[in-house]
């Protein structure tokens, strides 16, 4: 036996992140040929052709270390966003960014508030910090941000606001924003997680990278995992004023950015016409699925992402073990706490269609 007196403390009461169960793993334990995966809001269409064909070629010069500075990214992001080059830090996904923020500005016994319930992510990143994390409960399913304003202390370093929230599916306002951003000490860093961004199109969704000129303590993240479907590759980034980047871009590693994401990403920022058609699959694809919810008699919360949050009426675990037995993966939400709850991505329509058919056939 290990003695425990070796391992940090602060650690000990880490739970791993369960993850959607990978598709190969549901083949290989039910001995199934085909299985569909709706468990971890991945774009259905894949990546734009034209990243395939830049990360062909990137393949053959592996040998070489990636531009640690990520240059030619950063140029264009920076470009399309509006903002300095300077104001942008790259992550290997933002799960990376998460940690390098615990780790550049969470001591042991900080305060981080999050929403009850949100991504597993920001307890995660604070708990390997020592920090603690103070949980509010949503409020019409999304962040309440006057309760989250009313549980900032002194002890408090960071909040974190999942807009649109994962798992629900909500936003928080503009009007809600800007009046939580003029309340919170100058103090404290509020981090937008925008990993949806592209998918909104509630016209009252806050322009984050609009604050960054007013608010000193504000930092964005955002990804190439969902709507850019390079999950694989491992790419997020994050936006803030160039003195907070520079924090954080001290506890980087030098190549966490591999040189397939870089050009793969350049690309697909250059592909529109893919992020347009994603879009519209998305568009399509919810208002099949709304309408089948309903058909069944399920509730369910209309979304501004790329999932749907639903209600089983019954035990998901269940559900969800009914639905891998048919090749379905969906997104039980028990690690979230939820009992009845399960969390669908919007797929292809092929898929969708199966999905729905194979929920009829368990729920019936
Ligand atoms: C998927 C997701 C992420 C993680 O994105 P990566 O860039 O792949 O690490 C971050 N935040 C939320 C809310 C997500 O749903």
Do not use: W
Not at 4 to 12: C, D, N
Not at 116 to 135: C, L, N, P, Q
């Amino acid at each position: 036996m290990v003695d425990k007196r070796v391992v940090r403390e602060e650690i000990m009461d880490i739970k791993p992140y369960i993850p959607g169960k990978p598709i190969d793993e549901v083949k290989r334990e039910l001995g199934l040929k085909e299985v569909i995966k709706l468990a971890s809001n991945e774009n259905p269409l894949g990546p734009s052709p034209m990243a395939i064909d830049k990360m062909k070629e990137a393949v053959a010069k592996v040998n070489i270390y990636p531009d640690g500075n990520v240059h030619n990214l950063r140029q264009k992001l920076s470009k399309s966003l509006g903002i300095e080059a300077n104001q942008l830090i790259f992550g290997n996904g933002s799960d990376e960014l998460l940690v390098l923020l615990a780790q550049s500005f969470i001591k042991v016994d900080d305060e981080v508030v999050i929403a009850d319930i949100t991504f597993s992510e920001y307890e995660f990143a604070t708990k390997i910090m020592g920090g603690k994390v103070v949980e509010v409960p949503l409020k019409d399913n999304t962040h309440d941000l006057e309760a989250m304003l009313a549980a900032i202390t002194a002890k408090t370093k960071m909040v974190f606001i999942c807009n649109p929230n994962n798992p629900t599916g909500t936003i928080v306002e503009r009007r809600e924003v800007e009046e939580f951003l003029a309340k919170v000490p100058e103090d404290v860093i509020v981090v937008f997680d925008e990993a949806y961004y592209e998918y909104v199109d509630n016209s009252d969704y806050p322009q984050t990278i609009n604050y960054l000129n007013e608010y000193d303590n504000v930092i964005i993240l955002r990804t190439f995992s969902k709507i850019y479907a390079l999950g694989g590759l491992r790419l997020g980034y994050g936006i803030s004023n160039s003195e907070l980047i520079g924090y954080i871009d001290r506890v980087r590693q030098p190549f966490n950015i591999n040189s397939i994401a870089q050009v793969a990403a350049e690309a697909s920022l250059d592909d529109q016409d893919h992020v347009l058609k994603s879009l519209e699959y998305n568009r399509q694809g919810k208002q099949y699925l709304y309408q089948e919810f309903e058909r069944l008699g399920l509730d369910y919360i209309p979304t501004e992402t790329n999932f749907i949050l639903i209600d089983l009426g019954r035990s998901n675990q269940e559900v969800f073990q009914q639905m891998l037995k048919k090749g379905i993966i969906i997104r039980s939400l028990a690690s979230y706490g939820y009992e009845t709850e399960a969390r669908v991505t919007i797929g292809l329509p092929e898929e969708n269609k199966k999905m729905i058919k194979a929920l009829e056939e368990v729920l019936s």
